[in-house]
């Protein structure tokens, strides 16, 4: 007896639990939230559908109500058989029309939405190339990291994607390794980058939205890709259009030369690093493909590896030792590092840092707009 009131016990604490729990999340985080075009249509979807699958439950549970009680026997050993409805032509006709109503009512927006979402037609012009007036973003998905490329302003950066508000932002997605699933819960579904081809989408970000949660969105891969695929994790930086812009000028300014280090440790941590990590690591936004993450603006992004707090303790940490923080991750074991090297890099990451307002925004349009008439004329004489 005593056994089971502590089953019942736990049972009861794990519903209470389960009830509380469901409704924790964050803004940034959460698809019940959603902070964009995209999002709130696929949120649409999910309230018609649970609309739809409360409304038959809640039919079938009235139903059952009332059959158990004007059917039950009002005294014991009574002969009482209820009035039998099999072969009903009428109610099979009404219990069978119903459930395909339903169905047409779910089905007809859920395929208008799903064409919707995947008419991906202002990435390209007539002629076939990418379209210079179109944010678009080649994404590749790497264990267990991300890299982002501007198609039109070729930049370069990984791990912090940064985003326009209130406006298109195109995906082209792609697996370096095995599969991976892109997704930011809070701006829209998911969608694989695969290794043979190229998927793409397109999100919305919300203005309003962006700012309420603190211009930051969480991304995270949502394909079981090996055992740190829970770590793989990105964040989305949504900005003004005139702030977007400035970035990626201020990030140009970049390939013409790379960051030099200030502080005495951080001078010599670079030379470390030049040895030792530039094989793999690019400093500068270009050249897309490397082994490791783009490193460019290490300094300004908001975590480390996508899962530390952006400190240089915990920088540390994860030079000495990424296996213990993110196992089997191809960083692990390709270089040798006393820890002081160790700490000295770490003194020159923490150094790449934008010069805020450094790049020129026409400038870079005007390169843009130069491309795009180029492309026009080609198009022209073809």
């Known amino acids: 007896m005593k056994n089971s009131w502590t089953k019942t016990k736990f049972y009861m604490l794990m519903s209470v639990l389960a009830i509380f729990l469901a409704g924790c999340g964050k803004e940034n985080l959460s698809a019940l939230q959603p902070a964009g075009e995209v999002g709130r249509q696929q949120f649409f979807l999910i309230i018609l559908s649970i609309s739809i699958m409360l409304l038959v439950v809640g039919t079938v549970a009235i139903a059952f109500t009332i059959a158990v009680v004007k059917s039950r026997r009002s005294k014991v050993g009574e002969d009482f058989v209820p009035k039998q409805v099999a072969g009903n032509h009428t109610l099979e006709v009404i219990w069978t029309t119903i ?25 390209v012009t007539e002629d076939g190339v990418a379209n210079k007036d179109s944010v678009i973003v080649n994404v590749t998905a790497y264990q267990y990291w991300w890299e982002f490329e501007y198609v039109h302003e070729n930049v370069v950066t990984s791990q912090d994607l940064v985003v326009p508000t209130d406006e298109k932002v195109f995906f082209n997605l792609k697996g370096a390794d095995v599969k991976h699933s892109f997704w930011v819960p809070a701006a829209g579904g998911k969608l694989d980058t695969n290794v043979d081809g190229i998927n793409s989408f397109y999100l919305v970000f919300d203005d309003d939205k962006a700012e309420n ?50 502080a005495d440790d951080a001078k010599e941590g670079q030379e470390i690093f030049n040895n030792s990590c530039i094989g793999c690591h690019a400093v500068t936004p270009t050249n897309p493909g490397a082994a490791g993450p783009n490193l460019t603006n290490f300094g300004d992004r908001e975590l480390i590896a996508g899962i530390l707090e952006h400190n240089k303790e915990n920088l540390v940490s994860w030079i000495k030792d990424p296996e213990k923080i993110k196992p089997d991750n191809k960083m692990t074991g390709a270089y ?47």
């Open 336 to 382: 040798q590092l006393n820890d002081e090297e160790i700490d000295k890099v770490a003194a020159y990451l923490m150094e790449l840092k934008l010069d805020k307002n450094s790049g020129d925004v026409e400038k870079m349009k005007k390169e843009i707009e130069s491309e795009k008439n180029e492309d026009n004329d080609e198009g022209g004489d073809k």
């Open 99 to 123: 459930p395909i109503i339903l169905l047409i009512i779910l089905a007809i927006p859920t395929v208008w939405v799903t064409f919707t979402l995947a008419d991906v037609e202002d990435m």
């Open 213 to 262: 949660a603190d211009r930051l969105f969480y991304g995270k891969c949502a394909e079981l890709c090996g055992p740190s695929h829970a770590l793989m994790d990105f964040k989305v930086v949504a900005l003004p259009r005139a702030e977007f812009d400035q970035w990626l000028a201020d990030m140009k300014v970049y390939e013409e030369e790379a960051k030099v280090a200030s």
